[in-house]
């Protein structure tokens, strides 16, 4: 068993965003230079297929998006979230490359999969597409371990800075999913959403707000509260949305991290994988728009689940 495969694909970077924007193909060039440095084994991604996307979106929403897609051109889902011909297929990419690392984990061919493909995932809700995010990329990957893999409990955990709204939304009702997010407090950094509050339809989603200059001490403590209480939930598997934008280079948000701090935080959430579910750790890119920076929570993320 291999102890870390990589999943990506040329044709993600595809998706214009536009000039300007943020979520922008240098990123995953950043990326997968960082992959390619380290001589970590590639697995193209697959896309994902209707009945994949049914498993947390709406229909309606499908065919909403396919009637955009139809168009072939440069669209504004909204004053965030961008399309252009490219993207249909780098969603589906991002999407299909999810389950796949699933698949590739439960099927004992690796212990850890990476999923460096984009656009992210983690705030597309079941009806809409909004923060950069078109498919529920991590939320998908969780449904298909649980329905097509039969799994009982599946832990999805956030470190992106942003709250994963969407991943939230699609598996509110999901008793046999455990989800944890950390990101700046809602009243200072978009969507505006992660209250503590918000706890799911069966207790099964744990938010952990950060104030804005928060940095190693305190993220350290509240992900020490979270991982107690993903021990007790004892995961089959473990899906995590890998944003590196929570450090302190990226002038996207407040809070303060480093690049160790993403070392610790990988490490500790293999030790809980090691324990329950022999270590299979399916991880997806989510935000991270520093270059440099990413490229350093990239790294130090890469060589924990490398072991």
Known sequence: MRELITITHEDCLGHDTGPC?????????????????????????????????????????????????????????????HVSPGSRRASLLGAGGALQGVDLVLSGESRHAFVATRPPGHHATRTRAMGFCIY??????????????????????????????????????EARSFFVSSHQEPETLWPGTGETSETGAHDNMLNLPLAS????????????????RLDAFAPDLIILSAGFDAHREDDISGLLWTGADYTWLTEAICAVAAQHCNGRIVS???GGYHLPALAEGVEAHLRALAG
């Open 21 to 81: 924007h943020r979520e922008r193909p240098a990123r995953l060039e950043t990326v997968r230079a960082v992959i390619d440095r380290m001589g970590l084994p590639i697995v193209e991604a697959r896309e994902a297929d209707e009945a994949d996307l049914l498993l947390g979106h709406d229909p309606r929403y499908l065919a909403a998006l396919d009637e955009v897609f139809a168009r072939e051109a440069h669209v504004d889902l909204d004053e965030d979230t």
């Open 213 to 228: 200059g928060t940095g190693t001490q305190e993220m350290r403590a509240a992900w020490e509260i979270a991982l107690a």
């Open 284 to 286: 997806c890119l989510e």
């Open 136 to 173: 529920g990329n991590a939320a998908l990957a969780a449904l298909h371990a649980l329905e097509r893999h039969g799994l009982s409990r599946v832990g999805v955990l956030d470190f992106d800075v942003h709250h994963g709204n969407g991943t939230q939304d699609i598996l509110w009702h």
